[in-house]
Structures are given as structure tokens and as C-alpha cells.
């Protein structure tokens, strides 16, 4: 891997890390903001205890080193979660701004993803 490439993944890696843990925190604290922006998307409060729980584990499982299937899970999960706020933004027409957050974190998970070092990435047994 390069130098280059190196950077790119851990500056993409620890914004993601950042932003998944700090809002996973915020939604398990049920942090007043969250609480209103969940239930405006039409999801129950109870739902930020699910999610954040999630966010705060996918976050340990991408920065420990090894375990590569469980890194791959939680980057699927980190973008389903993602896109899956995206879209509900959008289903309520709120406006683009909305969206923001969402985006960014989509657009650090496949940089995040893509730039990881080999061996953080998960080997077919076909080869």
C-alpha cells in the first residue's frame, strides 16, 4: 500500500469513525435533536437504542486490527444505515441541506472501504 493510499484510508477511516461513534452516542443518550429528527422521519424513539448500539460496534470492529468479515459487515451496515437516512429525507421532503450528514458519511464509508489496507480486506478462498 502507499504512502498515499495510506493516508486517504485512515483520514477517511477516523472521520467516519468520528462522526458513526458521536452519533451513535448522541442516539443512545437520546440527545433531544436526535430524538426530534428520528421521530420526524417517522421511525420510534426506541429505534436510536438499535441503531446506536450498532454504530458504536461497527465502529470498534473497522479500527481493531484482523477479524476482515466483520469489518465487511459493518461497512455494509454503516451504508445501509446511511442510505437508508438519505432516503427517508428524502421521502419527507425535507430539504437537500438535510441531507448533508448522510452523504458525507456514505461518501467516508466507500473511500473508507475502497482504500483499506490488505489486510483488512476480506481474501475469497477461490484463489
Known sequence: MTKRNKIIYWVA?????????????AQLLHV??????VTHLGYPAYFLNIIGVWKILGV??????????VKEWAYAGFFFCMSGALYSHI??????????GPVLLIILIVV???FR??????VSSNQ
Open 32 to 37: 433531544e435533536d436526535t430524538v426530534k429528527g
Open 60 to 69: 470498534i470492529a473497522i479500527l481493531i486490527p484482523k477479524f476482515p468479515l
Open 91 to 100: 421521502a419527507v421532503g425535507d430539504p437537500a441541506m438535510e441531507s448533508f
Open 117 to 122: 489496507p490488505a489486510d483488512r480486506k476480506l
Open 112 to 114: 473508507s472501504w475502497y
Open 13 to 25: 477511516t477516523l472521520w467516519l469513525s468520528l462522526g458513526m461513534l458521536s452519533g451513535g452516542i
